[in-house]
Protein backbone atom coordinates (compact mmCIF):
# COMPACT_ATOMS: atom_id res chain seq x y z
CA UNK A 1 0.00 0.00 0.00
CA UNK A 2 2.11 2.52 -1.45
CA UNK A 3 2.06 6.48 -3.01
CA UNK A 4 2.88 7.43 -6.08
CA UNK A 5 3.28 10.78 -7.79
CA UNK A 6 1.06 9.79 -11.00
CA UNK A 7 -0.28 6.94 -12.63
CA UNK A 8 2.81 6.84 -15.10
CA UNK A 9 5.01 6.40 -12.19
CA UNK A 10 2.55 3.54 -11.04
CA UNK A 11 2.75 2.02 -14.45
CA UNK A 12 6.84 2.34 -14.27
CA UNK A 13 6.74 0.32 -10.96
CA UNK A 14 5.02 -2.36 -11.80
CA UNK A 15 6.25 -2.96 -15.48
CA UNK A 16 9.87 -2.88 -13.60
CA UNK A 17 8.39 -5.92 -10.68
CA UNK A 18 6.01 -7.72 -13.32
CA UNK A 19 3.40 -6.77 -10.72
CA UNK A 20 -0.07 -6.35 -12.33
CA UNK A 21 -1.58 -2.86 -12.00
CA UNK A 22 -5.10 -2.30 -9.40
CA UNK A 23 -7.06 0.08 -9.27
CA UNK A 24 -5.84 3.48 -8.52
CA UNK A 25 -7.19 5.65 -5.35
CA UNK A 26 -7.00 8.99 -4.96
CA UNK A 27 -5.94 11.16 -1.66
CA UNK A 28 -9.88 12.07 -1.13
CA UNK A 29 -10.76 8.29 -1.69
CA UNK A 30 -7.40 7.31 0.87
CA UNK A 31 -8.65 9.82 3.40
CA UNK A 32 -12.27 8.24 3.75
CA UNK A 33 -10.76 5.10 3.93
CA UNK A 34 -8.24 6.17 6.52
CA UNK A 35 -11.14 7.62 8.49
CA UNK A 36 -13.77 5.05 8.00
CA UNK A 37 -10.74 2.68 9.30
CA UNK A 38 -9.52 4.26 12.03
CA UNK A 39 -11.49 7.21 13.82
CA UNK A 40 -12.53 4.84 16.51
CA UNK A 41 -9.43 2.88 17.25
CA UNK A 42 -8.43 4.20 20.24
CA UNK A 43 -12.34 3.90 21.80
CA UNK A 44 -13.67 1.01 23.56
CA UNK A 45 -16.11 0.12 21.58
CA UNK A 46 -13.80 0.06 17.78
CA UNK A 47 -13.75 -2.54 15.83
CA UNK A 48 -12.47 -3.65 12.05
CA UNK A 49 -15.08 -3.50 9.31
CA UNK A 50 -17.09 -6.64 8.75
CA UNK A 51 -16.73 -8.03 5.18
CA UNK A 52 -19.95 -6.91 4.22
CA UNK A 53 -19.31 -3.63 5.80
CA UNK A 54 -16.22 -3.25 3.82
CA UNK A 55 -17.74 -4.09 0.35
CA UNK A 56 -20.28 -1.24 1.34
CA UNK A 57 -17.37 1.29 2.54
CA UNK A 58 -15.30 0.40 -1.08
CA UNK A 59 -18.76 0.31 -3.50
CA UNK A 60 -19.80 3.98 -1.98
CA UNK A 61 -16.16 5.44 -2.73
CA UNK A 62 -16.35 3.58 -6.31
CA UNK A 63 -14.02 1.25 -5.96
CA UNK A 64 -16.06 -2.03 -6.79
CA UNK A 65 -15.29 -5.75 -8.36
CA UNK A 66 -13.09 -8.53 -7.39
CA UNK A 67 -9.85 -6.43 -6.23
CA UNK A 68 -12.33 -5.08 -3.65
CA UNK A 69 -14.24 -7.82 -2.19
CA UNK A 70 -12.78 -9.38 1.06
CA UNK A 71 -14.27 -12.55 0.74
CA UNK A 72 -13.74 -13.07 -3.19
CA UNK A 73 -12.26 -16.24 -4.29
CA UNK A 74 -10.70 -14.83 -7.71
CA UNK A 75 -7.26 -14.32 -6.43
CA UNK A 76 -6.66 -17.80 -4.92
CA UNK B 1 -14.64 -4.09 29.65
CA UNK B 2 -12.99 -7.33 29.24
CA UNK B 3 -9.45 -7.94 29.06
CA UNK B 4 -8.90 -8.14 25.82
CA UNK B 5 -10.12 -4.93 25.37
CA UNK B 6 -8.21 -3.62 28.60
CA UNK B 7 -5.02 -4.68 26.61
CA UNK B 8 -6.02 -3.54 23.17
CA UNK B 9 -6.83 0.25 24.33
CA UNK B 10 -3.96 0.05 26.65
CA UNK B 11 -1.38 -0.98 23.31
CA UNK B 12 -3.01 1.87 21.30
CA UNK B 13 -3.50 4.10 23.66
CA UNK B 14 0.93 3.40 24.42
CA UNK B 15 1.28 4.29 21.34
CA UNK B 16 -0.80 7.40 21.12
CA UNK B 17 1.01 9.10 23.65
CA UNK B 18 4.74 8.39 22.93
CA UNK B 19 5.08 7.16 19.30
CA UNK B 20 6.57 3.98 20.02
CA UNK B 21 5.32 0.38 20.72
CA UNK B 22 4.90 -0.88 24.44
CA UNK B 23 6.86 -3.68 25.89
CA UNK B 24 5.25 -6.80 27.38
CA UNK B 25 5.84 -5.59 31.03
CA UNK B 26 4.89 -2.02 30.42
CA UNK B 27 1.26 -2.86 28.58
CA UNK B 28 1.17 -5.66 31.81
CA UNK B 29 1.71 -2.78 34.27
CA UNK B 30 -0.87 -0.37 32.45
CA UNK B 31 -3.74 -3.59 32.61
CA UNK B 32 -2.59 -4.71 35.76
CA UNK B 33 -1.85 -8.55 34.98
CA UNK B 34 0.73 -10.55 34.54
CA UNK B 35 2.63 -10.77 31.25
CA UNK B 36 1.44 -14.45 30.69
CA UNK B 37 -1.99 -13.62 30.87
CA UNK B 38 -1.11 -10.18 28.31
CA UNK B 39 0.90 -13.30 26.02
CA UNK B 40 -2.50 -14.95 25.72
CA UNK B 41 -4.34 -11.94 24.72
CA UNK B 42 -2.12 -10.90 22.40
CA UNK B 43 -2.58 -13.98 20.48
CA UNK B 44 -6.63 -13.42 20.71
CA UNK B 45 -6.11 -9.62 19.39
CA UNK B 46 -3.75 -10.85 16.18
CA UNK B 47 -6.99 -13.34 15.49
CA UNK B 48 -9.23 -10.21 15.95
CA UNK B 49 -6.48 -8.23 12.99
CA UNK B 50 -5.94 -5.32 15.10
CA UNK B 51 -1.86 -6.57 16.42
CA UNK B 52 0.74 -8.19 14.39
CA UNK B 53 3.41 -9.23 16.57
CA UNK B 54 7.08 -10.25 15.51
CA UNK B 55 7.85 -13.97 15.42
CA UNK B 56 8.72 -13.73 19.29
CA UNK B 57 5.38 -13.27 20.15
CA UNK B 58 5.53 -10.32 22.53
CA UNK B 59 6.89 -7.70 19.88
CA UNK B 60 4.53 -5.34 18.66
CA UNK B 61 5.05 -5.27 14.67
CA UNK B 62 1.67 -3.53 14.35
CA UNK B 63 -1.18 -1.71 15.81
CA UNK B 64 -2.82 -0.43 12.92
CA UNK B 65 -2.22 2.37 12.08
CA UNK B 66 0.65 2.60 14.00
CA UNK B 67 3.90 0.72 13.56
CA UNK B 68 6.51 -0.82 16.15
CA UNK B 69 9.77 -0.19 13.67
CA UNK B 70 10.44 2.47 11.22
CA UNK B 71 8.90 2.99 7.95
CA UNK B 72 8.95 4.93 5.21
CA UNK B 73 5.67 6.44 5.93
CA UNK B 74 6.73 8.87 8.99
CA UNK B 75 3.44 11.11 10.83
CA UNK B 76 3.84 14.62 13.03
CA UNK B 77 1.43 14.98 15.39
CA UNK B 78 1.82 17.63 17.94
CA UNK B 79 5.52 17.08 17.88
CA UNK B 80 5.13 13.44 18.38
CA UNK B 81 6.55 11.17 15.51
CA UNK B 82 5.22 8.14 14.70
CA UNK B 83 5.59 5.39 12.01
CA UNK B 84 2.85 4.05 9.76
CA UNK B 85 2.29 0.64 8.21
CA UNK B 86 1.66 2.21 4.92
CA UNK B 87 0.25 4.99 2.59
CA UNK B 88 -3.50 4.58 4.11
CA UNK B 89 -2.32 3.91 7.39
CA UNK B 90 -0.46 7.56 7.39
CA UNK B 91 -3.39 8.92 6.77
CA UNK B 92 -5.10 6.70 9.61
CA UNK B 93 -2.99 8.35 12.56
CA UNK B 94 -4.16 11.68 12.23
CA UNK B 95 -7.65 9.88 11.57
CA UNK B 96 -7.26 7.47 15.06
CA UNK B 97 -5.85 10.75 16.73
CA UNK B 98 -8.37 13.48 16.01
CA UNK B 99 -5.54 16.06 15.23
CA UNK B 100 -4.35 17.52 12.50
CA UNK B 101 -0.43 15.87 11.52
CA UNK B 102 2.16 16.13 8.70
CA UNK B 103 2.31 12.63 6.49
CA UNK B 104 5.70 12.70 5.19
CA UNK B 105 6.43 10.16 2.57
CA UNK B 106 7.71 9.44 -0.90
CA UNK B 107 6.94 7.87 -4.40
CA UNK B 108 7.42 4.43 -4.78
CA UNK B 109 8.85 4.41 -8.56
CA UNK B 110 10.81 8.11 -7.90
CA UNK B 111 11.54 8.53 -4.61
CA UNK B 112 9.96 12.16 -5.31
CA UNK B 113 9.14 12.75 -1.15
CA UNK B 114 5.50 13.23 -0.57
CA UNK B 115 4.86 16.10 2.28
CA UNK B 116 1.41 16.63 3.59
CA UNK B 117 -0.23 18.73 6.42
CA UNK B 118 -3.42 17.23 7.17
CA UNK B 119 -6.28 19.08 8.80
CA UNK B 120 -9.27 17.29 10.54
CA UNK B 121 -11.05 17.84 6.98
CA UNK B 122 -8.14 15.40 5.20
CA UNK B 123 -5.47 16.45 3.17
CA UNK B 124 -5.24 19.53 0.77
CA UNK B 125 -5.97 18.95 -3.20
CA UNK B 126 -3.29 17.26 -4.43
CA UNK B 127 -3.00 14.62 -7.11
CA UNK B 128 -1.15 11.76 -5.39
CA UNK B 129 -2.26 8.53 -5.98
CA UNK B 130 -2.68 5.60 -3.38
CA UNK B 131 -1.77 2.27 -5.08
CA UNK B 132 -2.43 -1.43 -3.23
CA UNK B 133 -0.98 -4.42 -4.86
CA UNK B 134 -2.93 -7.05 -2.90
CA UNK B 135 -6.18 -8.17 -3.44
CA UNK B 136 -8.65 -7.28 -0.55
CA UNK B 137 -9.31 -10.88 -0.21
CA UNK B 138 -5.48 -11.34 0.21
CA UNK B 139 -4.26 -8.75 2.45
CA UNK B 140 -3.98 -10.60 5.66
CA UNK B 141 -2.14 -13.73 3.92
CA UNK B 142 0.99 -11.60 4.73
CA UNK B 143 -0.11 -8.39 6.18
CA UNK B 144 3.64 -6.99 6.22
CA UNK B 145 3.80 -7.10 2.71
CA UNK B 146 -0.04 -6.10 1.70
Known amino acids: MLFFRSEERVREWCAAHEYPMRPLVTMDQLWTLATTWYSTRLQEHSRRPQPDEMRSIFAGLGLGGDFWNPQSDSFS | ?146
Not at chain 2, 94 to 113: D, F, N, T, Y
Open chain 2, 1 to 146: MSFDTRTKLAIYRYFAETGHRPSLEVVAERVGADASSVREAYVRLRAQRVLVLEPDGVSIRMAPPFSGVPTQHLVIVDDTKYFANCAWDSFGIPAALHRPGKVHSRCEQSGEPLNLEIDLEGPPPCNWLFHCLVPAARWWDDIVFT
